[in-house]
């Protein structure tokens, strides 16, 4: 099973700064089948990223993916206020299918 | 526009069954290889089963092996999970979610989830 560790697990920031999420990989992902989601309180997952650096239909290009083998970041250029919410990684390379723990971005 | 629709979830003592279903529409479903993903309640998401498009295939989270079972009916464009031996550490939210890579692998074994539903509550408790 590939274990995600996302780092931080809160981040505190104001609007308008810039977001820089991290999720780690034991063992890599191939072939950088990595995915991002959003998720805010009461509501489902909304899919951001895929192939580590695709944005998903509709996202806004302020949300950026990187990385490969086992580092991987998201990164949200200009926080906007409808994006303070909780950020899962997710990798499809391996069964099972496995999710990281979240990081949540919260309103300094 | 895609939609996703659960129902089926309540309360259910531990060692009980239940069956959760998930309306599709808005897609091709019989083309789309579709998932079950959970949330337990202050927690993070877990995948918990994927099947292929046409049924041919299942992948399952090493958790529900053996208590769950992911099936779709195309003529109604509905997937289930039955759910049975439920322990209470089944309580959440479950979600289904349909699959949105095209590639070989995840055709197969399931990839990322590009459309969810709004999820159905199961609560499992004596």
């Known amino acids: 099973e590939i274990v995600l560790t996302q780092s931080p697990g809160t981040l505190s920031l104001s609007p308008g700064e810039r977001a820089t999420l991290s999720c780690r990989a034991s063992p890599s992902v191939s072939s950088s089948y990595l995915a991002w989601y959003q998720q805010k309180p009461g509501q489902a997952p909304r899919l951001l990223i895929y192939g580590a650096s695709i944005r998903a239909t509709g996202i806004p290009d302020r949300f950026s993916g990187s990385g490969s083998g086992t580092d991987f970041t998201l990164t949200i250029s200009r926080l906007e206020p409808e994006d303070f919410a909780v950020y899962y990684c997710q990798q499809y390379g391996r069964s099972p299918l496995t999710f990281g723990g979240g990081t949540k971005v919260e309103i300094k | 526009q895609v939609q996703l629709v659960e129902s089926g979830g309540g309360v259910v003592q531990p060692g009980g069954s239940l069956r959760l279903s998930c309306a599709a529409s808005g897609f091709t479903f019989s083309t789309y290889g579709m998932h079950w993903v959970r949330q337990a309640p202050r927690k993070g998401l877990e995948w918990v089963a994927f099947?292929?498009?046409?049924?041919?295939?299942?992948h399952y989270g090493d958790s529900v092996k053996g208590r769950f079972s992911i099936s779709r009916d195309k003529s109604k464009n509905t997937l289930y999970l039955q759910m049975n031996s439920l322990r209470v550490e089944d309580t959440a939210v479950y979600y289904c979610a349909k699959e949105g890579s095209g590639t070989y692998y995840a055709v197969n074994n399931g990839g990322y989830m590009d459309v969810w539903g709004k999820g159905t509550t199961v609560t499992v408790s004596s």
């Open positions: 099947i292929r498009y046409d049924g041919s295939n299942e």
